[in-house]
């Protein structure tokens, strides 16, 4: 198997520094984007990558093995910095790292950085994005066009450095002559779609050009956030596909069975928000934030706080109660916006929607008693 990598990372157009870290050695390539204030970003994307450095002087069998080792020792270096030094206090990293090796391609990833295969002209995600909207999308709280132009897409579930241990999301392909496998961060991702990104990605033969063509375009895009693309072209003969070995790991996809831990995952999205590219501050998202939705018997509420549910833990709290219950909105799409929470800026914005979704449901608006309760079972 021959491999042909290349490597490019660009602070965008619209931030000062570039808190993206990236690696294309021998066998080892991986993206990892930090997260923090000041230089924290930086410092634990590219703390992150170590390990895998070192894991990449390694024969490549080993690498193959334990690469999934090495992104956890990242883990373990970034949380421990953290705790050492208060300046850094707070920071983490995504990271999608891959090991090839006889024709075979082993996956270790956490975050919402992505690994692409382009093959035959088509392109498949290898990675999936740990936020918050993607965990919406499987529990089919939101549609996958809703999650793309959601406000708090990059909110992560999962991060480097945040706690002790990390869940690693593991997962192993087999590779053809003439795959290019792309690893890039949301900076690409969040002004390209899957389709720009196949028609750019093989546009160009030469990696580096790939790469750069990829950049050009997330820029002429106003490039919001850091762009970082790793390509690695595979060719040659391959032997036979790598199987684990008698004592060593079966291929497999790790999934967490634990349920995250509660208050990490509430810090990790105040983190995300604080961070999240100036689009809301803390108190943007927190106090003036408002919504629509439902609540658990099926009434209409209007909600403070954000749509969000982490780990059971709601982001929000019903502020005041209507009339109106879901069975009575009229169409589909509204019912399912306001199963996800439609957002708005102020109570008085709130009661407005309300009555607009009575007089679309064909509902009288002002005041009417409640709805029987008999259409709930009591309790
Ligand atoms: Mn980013």
Redesign the pocket.
């Known amino acids: 198997m021959e491999l042909t990598a290349a490597a490019l990372s660009d602070v965008g157009r619209t931030r000062t520094r570039n808190?993206?870290s990236c690696y294309a050695g021998t066998n080892v390539f991986a993206v990892a984007?930090g997260l923090g204030g000041h230089i924290a970003g930086e410092v634990a994307s590219s703390l992150a990558l170590e390990p895998l450095k070192e894991l990449d002087a390694r024969p490549p069998r080993e690498a193959f093995d334990k690469i999934a080792d090495a992104v956890r020792r990242g883990n373990r270096a970034v949380f421990d910095r953290a705790m050492e030094d208060t300046g850094l206090k707070g920071m983490g990293t995504?990271m999608t790292a891959v090991a090839l090796h006889e024709g075979t391609l082993h996956l270790a990833h956490v975050g919402?950085?992505r690994a692409y295969l382009l093959r035959d002209g088509s392109i498949s995600q290898l990675s999936r994005d740990h936020t918050l909207v993607a965990r919406m999308v499987d529990e089919g709280k939101l549609t996958q066009e809703q999650a793309e132009a959601h406000p708090q897409r990059?909110i992560l579930t999962r991060a480097l450095g945040a706690e002790r241990d990390v869940e690693v999301e593991e997962s192993e392909i087999a590779l053809l002559p003439g795959d290019r496998v792309l690893l890039c961060?949301?900076?690409l991702t969040?002004v390209l779609a899957d389709e720009d990104i196949r028609r750019l990605a093989q546009m160009e033969q030469d990696a580096q050009q790939a790469c750069r063509v990829l950049i050009d375009e997330a820029n002429a895009r106003g490039g919001p956030?850091?762009i970082t693309t790793v390509v690695i072209d595979v060719a040659g003969e391959f032997g036979a596909p790598v199987v684990a070995t008698a004592g060593g790991r079966a291929p497999r996809r790790r999934e967490s069975q634990r349920r995250f831990p509660v208050r990490l995952v509430v810090w990790l999205v105040l983190l995300a928000v604080l961070i999240g590219g100036g689009l809301f501050t803390v108190r943007s998202a927190t106090s003036r934030s408002y919504y629509v939705g439902v609540q658990e018997d099926g009434r209409v509420t209007i909600f403070k706080g954000l749509p969000v549910d982490v780990a059971g833990f709601a982001l929000s709290e019903p502020l005041e109660p209507t009339d109106l219950t879901v069975e009575q909105v009229a169409t589909d799409s509204i019912r399912r916006s306001l199963e996800a929470g439609i957002r708005v800026d102020s109570l008085d914005a709130a009661r407005r929607k309300v009555t607009e979704i009575k007089e679309a449901s064909g509902i009288e608006p002002g005041p009417s008693p409640p709805p029987s309760p008999d259409e709930e079972p009591s309790r």
């Open positions: 808190e993206d984007d995504t919402d950085s990059s961060s949301d900076g969040a956030d850091n």
